[in-house]
DNA sequence: CTGGATTTTCAGTATATACTGAAAATCCAA
DNA sequence: TTGGATTTTCAGTATATACTGAAAATCCAG
C-alpha cells in the first residue's frame, strides 16, 4: 500500500469504506479500485502484496467481483496464473453495476409485491396497505421500465439525454401533444 | 408481528432484509416498512409491541429514519407520546432516498476525486491513474447534474419523462439539431 | 503419472455492528 | 416545584460478518 503513489492510495481507500455502506465489503471495495486504476491486469499475489490482506480474503474478494460481473478473467501467455482487470469504459461499469443491484434487489422486490399485492384482504387495514403496497410496486415498475429503456441505449445517446436533463422539454414547445402522448402511453402500460 | 396480517408481515420482513443490503439494518428496514404501511402515525411503544425489538433498539431506529428524513415526527392531541409516520407521496420517498445518499455518499466521492485529480503526478504510472479517475468523476458530475435537474421537477413531468423513456429521442425526427444543442452544452460544462 | 505452482475451501478467530436493559435525562401537567 | 410519563444514553453482550492460515483440491508442464 505504502508503495502506491499519494493519489492512487487515496482513492483505494475512499472506495474501501464507500464500499461498506454498499453491502460490499471494505477488502472489496479496495480491491476493485485498484484494479480500476491499474493500466494492466493484475494477479492475485500482487493485490496481496500492495493492499496487505490474506491470500484467502483477495481470493473471496475476486470471486465476488467476477460473480457481480465488475472485474473480469484474464490470462497472459506463459504465466499460469489468473489476472484480473475491469472494464475499461466507465459507462459499462454502470451499467453493470446497476443491472447486478437490480437483480439482486429490486426485481426480488418486485415479485414479493407482485404476490403480496394478490392476496385476499382479510380486514379493512390489510386492504389499505395492499394498496399501499401496489402503489409502491407501480412507482418500481415505472423506474424498472425506464432503466430497460435506458440499459439499450448506445452511450453516446445516452450521454446525450441525461446532458440534456430537464432541457428536455423546454427545448420543445410542443406541451400539450407532449401530454397527449405520454397519456397515451399510461394507458397502454397501466 | 404475528398480530399482523400476513401479507403485512411479509412486506415487513421483506424490507427488513433489502434493509441490509443497504447500510439500513433490519431493524430499521421493519420499522421503515410497518409505518410506510400503517394509515395512522405510530409511536415507539406500538412499534415494540408489534415488531418485538427492544425500546432502545426501536428509539436509535427511528433517530436514524428522522436523521435520513424518511420519518417524520408528529403529535397527537392530549398525547405526549412521539408518533412518527412516513412522507404519503411515493415519490417524496424516492426523492429523499436519493438525496440522502448522494449527499452521504456521492459528493464526498466527487470532492475526493477532485482533490486527487488536482494533485501533480509523481510518476507516469500516477499520471495515467489520474486520467482514469478524471473519467469517473466527469461520469459522476454528469449524472449527479441530471440528478439535480430531476429533483426540481415536480412529479408530473416526471413521470411523463420517465414514462416516454427512450421514446424521447423517437418522437422527433430532429436527430441533427439536438445533436447540436447537447454539443453546445457540453462546451458549457466542461 | 508426478510434482510444483496456483487457487479454493474451511474451521477457527477477530472485528465490527446490532441489540439489550437499566439507569439517566427530559419533559410537562398538576 | 414535583413526580410520573416518556425518551435518550450507554456500557455490556450477542450476533453477524470479515479475515486468516493451513490444508485440500486443481491444474498443467515435463
Do not use: C
Not at 476493485?32 to 494492466?40: F, G, I, M
Request: glycine content about 4%; hydrophobic content about 40%.
Amino acid at each position: 500500500m505504502n508503495n502506491l503513489p499519494a493519489t492512487v492510495q487515496t482513492f483505494v481507500l475512499h472506495f474501501g469504506e464507500m464500499g461498506s455502506r454498499w453491502g460490499i465489503n471494505r477488502t472489496v471495495g479496495q480491491i476493485y479500485a485498484l484494479l480500476y486504476l491499474s493500466d494492466k491486469p493484475l494477479n492475485a499475489d500482487e493485490l496481496v502484496e500492495t493492499l496487505r490482506f490474506s491470500r484467502s480474503n483477495v481470493a473471496s474478494g475476486l470471486k465476488e467481483l467476477v460473480s457481480m460481473n465488475l472485474v473480469m478473467l484474464k490470462h497472459m501467455p506463459a504465466d499460469r496464473k489468473d489476472y484480473y482487470h475491469t472494464h475499461d469504459d466507465v459507462w459499462d461499469i454502470v451499467r453493470n453495476l446497476v443491472e447486478v443491484r437490480r437483480r439482486r434487489e429490486v426485481d426480488p422486490t418486485l415479485s414479493m409485491l407482485e404476490a403480496v399485492i394478490a392476496e385476499q384482504p382479510h380486514s379493512e387495514q390489510e386492504k389499505q396497505a395492499q394498496a399501499k403496497m401496489n402503489e409502491m410496486h407501480g412507482l418500481i415498475k415505472m423506474l424498472t421500465d425506464w432503466h430497460s429503456d435506458m440499459q439499450k441505449m448506445e452511450t453516446e445517446r445516452l450521454v446525450n439525454i441525461l446532458k440534456m436533463g430537464a432541457k428536455i422539454y423546454d427545448l420543445f414547445q410542443f406541451r400539450g401533444k407532449l401530454k397527449l402522448k405520454s397519456q397515451q402511453m399510461t394507458e397502454e402500460t397501466s
